[in-house]
């Protein structure tokens, strides 16, 4: 579920640049940020409102639509005192992305630095689970359907590039990308099949997961953020170097 917030972040901020590679002409109203204004946080947070209608239809080629937002299948692993376990989600879909809040957009030319802060105030995840593995003392092995629903997340990225050139023009290049996430509200979840059929264990599990959510939640973030920076690097930013720096970025 982190792995598509953390895509919803990607995808606005490379959505304005990536539409005025795709038009003749920018639509009307669309803003065009350049590197030096010392206004520019102000133009790339106005930009991601202004391309919310885009990031709701798509951009065929590019960035697929946030609406009922899929993914087919992704793996998670982790070992540790608190969890200890391997998982396999498919079929998953979140709702509530289009909700996006831009609370931080910026980007400095001269260090070639940007900083995104993004409020996400619902998400609802649904879809297929396998998963083997303990939580504190409690074995878990089970397949099904789940779903979780949060509130009030959000998610940080603080990314670093650099120029090269291709064919006689500057293009922007990814070195490195930190991606740190903040899990709001657990509002509601739910794993069917998690503990098998046995009532009262499903019952004293429940029961143990609720009273330490928060820990096990923190202790998945690591994990999860490996698996979405592995996706950031590999499907949004080769997007972005395919796309002149004076083109992204005017002068």
Known sequence: ???RTWFLVSAVALSFRVVTSLLEELPPGFPSCRRCDPQI??????A???VRPYMISGVPGFIPSVINFSIPAV????G???LNYRARLSNVTLYGLEDYKFKRFNFDHKNLTFFIDVDIPHIYIEGN???EGKIFFAPIRGSGSFHVKLSNSSCLMLQNVIVIKKNGMDFLKPIKTVPKFKVGNIIDYGFDGLFGNSDEINKIAKHVIDDNLSIIVEELL???????LEFFENF???SVTRIPYDKLYPK
């Open 75 to 78: 793996t998670l692993q982790d």
């Open 236 to 238: 949004i930013f080769k």
């Open 1 to 3: 579920m982190y792995k």
């Open 48 to 50: 991601t409102e202004t």
């Open 222 to 228: 690591p994990t999860i953020e490996k698996v979405l």
């Open 80 to 82: 540790n005192d608190v």
């Open 41 to 46: 946080e102000k133009c790339l947070i106005a």
């Open 129 to 131: 689970y396998l998963v």
